[in-house]
């Protein structure tokens, strides 16, 4: 008889020995099957454990370090590999570098693993279920529901990544043969939303219970997922054939995930389920907030210090993210709506953050700001020295440059005032997973890919118009549109895990991920002025290396099309603080297979291409 609980049996696609200890003993971190199966206490906290499938949203927020959205300045970490374009195979678990304490959460490196765990256990509770007799039906339906909605999460997840995965519906035995396929990218995404079908008839709309998965959680995630097979990764009229590493080309796809889309939006629209929070921090500083779709909500009891990392240093933080010059520049002037290098667009560069989109300030501490910490405020003055050599800038102050940051910007978005930022203390912080804001964007692209400009321009500028934001409304057709489309998912939707995938599902990565990573150096004069030069942090093309620092003497210049116009945007002389580059290759438009399964499976799990 096997234990299940803290201990579980392998996943099929782990194929990692088992002893032969699955015993009907019961030690405190354990339970054998026929316990849980004849429990229904104990069956509800064994599908209680499967919201452990959706990735820590903290460390899941390190992916925006691949993009163009941030810089991660701590070594160590997988993050790293992956943008300078090593990675590979054998370098796709999180304990290669990031230590064997990573394994334990559903990270973006381990989803691999653990998806495919936790699949196991709940085909078996899917299997089992109809077994326990000392329950309710409610009870029932709703563990079944959300089974079943975590089963089409995590495989959602691992398409996503990998494009087709291998579809697991039984629960292996250790006698069974172990030899499984990929199933090809269309059959994963169907049976994705056969699992969620099934748990929106089971479960209700939104459970009273915060954070809990309810029948409006599908639909979102639907809306997700039906975006992600639509879109020209995985269906491309270009390379029509379906396979296992992309989907067959078909129009249609649009129409569903616009069917998929309108299903929650209506929910809000007619509804009145939802609606978009009156400020833009709203979504994760207050925990009722009307936007919310579904969210992790940490407290003092289980924060995970979810501030820690990416709380500046200032605050007691580890400053482990941040903001990018490429980001700043994407958020358009308040009075215009257009970016700071548009011609007319009102933006001065002696004063380089004034009069920005609100969400801007929300989002990135800049030179010059201050923010509020338990009633004390700190000012984020970064200023770097006159530069004695070309190229080379010094921070000024008691603190020496790892003890600040490097692109000269902070994350303040996820900060919330009262809470602690320690290493000993938990606070209570929000972070959405499903959120109106994604919904309105996802109708939006669906709408502009079939033609109906009209119903784009009018979801973009629902979000534009949130009551704390007012931006200019959109009046753009045909591409410059959809310009305006991939800007507001990148500043609406910065630093929740969606930059690294958008920039794939449109195949435009190859060239947002080949752009060093810039900061801005923020220079003070001995009379007291200023001026501002964009800095390196991780670049392309070193020049020389000294010491451990990579110095660059020549301009950096990058030629940028939107709306219609190309603009070359000079980065100017600087140096880079690490000596590592930043790289992209068109493999990692998809994820590899860890080595380590392949070749467990005897070659029967066939690799992503050039891998």
Known sequence: MKQIGLIVASAVLLLCSCSDDFLSKKPLTTFSEEDVFSNA???????????????????????????????????????????????????????????????????????????????????????????????????????????????????????????????????????????????????????????????????????????????????????????????????????????????QYSKDKWTRALNAAKAIVDRADIGGAYSLDDTYDGYWTDRNSPEVIWAKYFSTTAGDKAQLLYSPTFFNGWTACEPSEALMLDYEMKNTGLKPFEDGSGWDPNHPWQGRDPRFYKTILYGDSSCVFRDSVFNNHLYYDQPGTKGKYLKKGIMNWNQTQDTGYGLRKWHVDANPISETENGTIMFPWLRLAEMYLNYAECAYMLGDEATCREYINKVRSRADVQMPPVTDTGSSLFDRLVNERRVELAFEPFRYFDLRRWKIADFYESIPIMGCAVIEFPDGSKQYRTAVVKGTNPKENVGSNWVYSSKWIYTYSYRGKSYDIDYGYCQSMQGTQKAFSNKMYLCPIPQIEVDKSGGSLVQNPDY
């Not at 209680?48 to 691949?66: C, H, K, M, Q, R």
């Not at 909605?149 to 995965?165: D, P, T």
């Not at 409006?216 to 009229?237: G, M, Q």
């Open 41 to 247: 206490s104990l069956l509800e906290s064994y599908v209680n454990s499967f919201y452990t499938v959706v990735p820590d949203p903290l460390t899941e927020g390190n992916i925006a370090s691949i993009t163009d959205e941030s810089y991660f300045r701590y070594g160590g970490n997988s993050t790293n590999y992956i943008e300078r374009g090593q990675i590979d195979p054998s370098r796709f678990m999180y304990g290669y570098e990031g230590g064997s304490a990573h394994n334990i959460r559903t990270t973006f490196l381990n989803i691999w693993n653990r998806a495919y765990t936790l699949i196991r256990s709940m085909n078996e509770v899917l299997s089992r279920i109809d077994e326990v007799t000392n329950i309710t039906e409610e009870k029932r339906n709703q563990l079944k529901g959300e089974t079943y909605f975590f089963r089409a999460w995590a495989y959602g997840n691992l398409i996503e990544r990998f494009g087709g995965v291998p579809l697991i519906t039984k629960v292996y035995q250790l006698q069974d043969s172990m030899g499984v396929k990929r199933n090809t990218f269309d059959d994963c995404v169907d049976f994705v939303l056969n699992d969620l079908h099934q748990a929106e008839a089971l479960l209700p709309d939104k459970p009273s219970e915060q954070g809990r998965v309810g029948k409006d959680v599908c639909l979102a995630f639907e809306s997700r997922i039906t975006l992600i097979a639509a879109s020209k990764l995985f269906n491309d009229s270009d390379d029509p054939e379906g396979s296992v590493f992309k989907g």
